[in-house]
């Protein structure tokens, strides 16, 4: 069965960080790219950032450009999210999303990527 699980997120004051991990189980993940997202209560699922299969290219929202990073290790088939200088308007769930076209690395529509992990609580606040 083909699984992503999202772990990493928590409570964290204003400024802090955070290191998200996807982590796949029944499928490698060295042939997709692989697509970060959130959504806030009462809001749309939004792209915050990704990459693609073979790590060399990246993308991010405009939101999150200088403060989070995304990175890969795929003998680990494990996909990372470093959120630094978090601000309360990141608190959101936050999911992974893998796309079977590798070679392509883009934050919507959201709807065409083919695989989603159950999502990760980040909460940031004073």
């Known amino acids: 069965q083909l699984q992503l699980v999202e772990s990493g997120g928590g409570l964290v004051q204003p400024g802090g960080s955070l290191r998200l991990s996807c982590a796949a189980s029944g499928f490698t993940l060295d042939r997709y790219a692989i697509g970060w997202f959130r959504q806030a209560p009462g809001k749309e699922r939004e792209g915050v950032s990704c990459i693609k299969s073979s790590g060399g290219n990246t993308n991010y929202a405009d939101s999150v450009k200088g403060r989070f990073t995304i990175s890969r290790d795929n003998a680990k088939n494990t996909v990372y999210l470093q959120m630094n200088s978090l601000k309360p308007e990141d608190t959101a769930v936050y999911y992974c999303?893998?796309?079977?076209?590798?070679?392509?690395?883009?934050?919507?529509?959201?709807?065409?990527?083919?695989?989603w992990g159950p999502g990760t609580q980040v909460t940031v606040s004073s």
């Open positions: 999303a893998a796309l079977a076209l590798g070679s392509l690395c883009v934050l919507s529509p959201v709807r065409q990527y083919n695989y």
